[in-house]
């Protein structure tokens, strides 16, 4: 049977949903379908596990790099499309804003026949300077042009391309950004509660808020430190643990030591370890601005956890109001706070909503399924 070659372009391999989605594909696709092929930057917390997958052919591109910067992205670009001129993939699948540009303009100048893009939330977010909001939205438009199908997350990312004039609705196709659901469960149940609180200093009776994101200004980690605040007024015994690492990591302990919070906000970095953690949390709180499909919110369902975000993108399709948590129009910390704290007094409520959240994420969202869905859409237009 003909191998398809499919090359998977990504900036850099960070511990976030889309980077973390891309490599359980490009280690997942069915090798006696698929020859695969990975091209990233270099120096992210998963390169290793890449260099790591069987029958996978990996190029890291130092001069591939998530800031602009115009001789590094040149560079990039041409680099890129060396590199498929001479693999002659069949099809070229893209994620992230950057390589989304840079990898489908090579690909484009490489005569690649198939060009797919992967719409993990859109580069531009309304909290932008006018004029490089509307660049974006322009190069999105340009680049859907030589696009032959845009892969979107979630409906919301599809009706806000239309709106904006990018793509047609025919090139639109809806593939949800996966996880591993019976992993999941499995690892949260497997979880020793009693042990794991005390590896993390938090004592037996004490209220756990969790927040899973990196620490840069989509995700709003001062807000969500700011919350804290709020929500400690009422309920001293409340703790936040806060997974994740970034440009906003110094100002963010910064703010925890200015407003006394050293005690109730713990910062862990990057860790695997999520459903554990879910397993000794209470709820799960994000303070995201804008957002794709997020990830951690999706696991926070699956285990039976109450999320409670800001009502952004993706976030609007997972959370039901009322049903599985809440929803705050952005920057609303006030009735947040209120709403956490009600939450953990009222148990009667807060099992309804775990009930709830554990019966609201259905097989679309599984990673698995996720593969098969891309597998079936790579042979359709491979034939």
Not at 154 to 171: A, M, P, S, V
Request: proline letters at 4%.
């Amino acid at each position: 049977m003909r191998k398809i070659k499919v090359a998977h372009i990504v900036t850099l391999l960070e511990l976030g949903g889309a980077q973390q989605n891309t490599l359980f594909t490009v280690a997942n696709l069915n090798r006696e379908k698929y020859e695969v092929i990975l091209i990233c930057g270099q120096g992210a917390f998963l390169d290793e596990e890449a260099k790591k997958i069987p029958n996978l052919t990996l190029y890291f591109l130092e001069n591939l790099v998530r800031p602009i910067h115009p001789i590094k992205d040149l560079v990039a670009l041409f680099q890129i499309k060396k590199i498929l001129s001479a693999e002659k993939p069949e099809i070229v699948h893209t994620h992230s804003s950057k390589a989304g540009i840079l990898g489908r303009i090579a690909a484009y100048w490489a005569g690649a026949p198939h060009i797919l893009h992967s719409i993990h939330g859109f580069g531009f977010n309304p909290y932008q300077k006018l004029f490089v909001r509307n660049l974006f939205i322009f190069l999105e438009k340009w680049m859907a042009k030589i696009s032959e199908k845009l892969i979107a997350v979630t409906k919301e990312n599809i009706e806000t391309g239309l709106q904006l004039e990018i793509g047609r609705r025919d090139q639109y196709c809806l593939i949800r950004s996966g996880v591993d659901i019976q992993k999941i469960l499995s690892n949260n149940s497997a979880c020793n509660p009693a042990q794991l609180r005390k590896s993390l200093n938090l004592s037996s009776d004490s209220k756990i808020i969790l927040n899973v994101a990196p620490f840069k200004i989509q995700k709003d980690p001062l807000s969500f430190v700011r919350l804290a605040v709020l929500v400690r007024k009422k309920m001293p015994e409340c703790r936040f643990l806060m997974v994740g690492d970034g440009d906003l990591r110094v100002e963010t302990e910064s703010l925890i030591q200015s407003l006394q919070l050293n005690d109730s906000v713990k910062i862990l970095g990057w860790r695997r370890d999520i459903p554990e953690l879910l397993a000794i949390s209470d709820l799960f709180a994000l303070t995201s601005l804008w957002e794709g499909l997020p990830r951690a919110a999706v696991e926070a369902l699956i285990v039976g956890k109450p999320v409670i975000a800001f009502a952004v993108d993706g976030l609007k399709e997972l959370i039901q109001d009322g049903k599985n948590g809440f929803l705050f129009p952005p920057g609303t910390l006030d009735s947040m706070g209120e709403k956490i704290v009600q939450v953990l007094k009222n148990e009667t409520l807060r099992k309804t909503l775990s009930e709830n959240a554990s019966q609201s994420i259905d097989s679309s969202f599984d990673i698995h399924q996720m593969v098969r869905d891309q597998e079936n859409l790579y042979a359709t237009l491979a034939q």
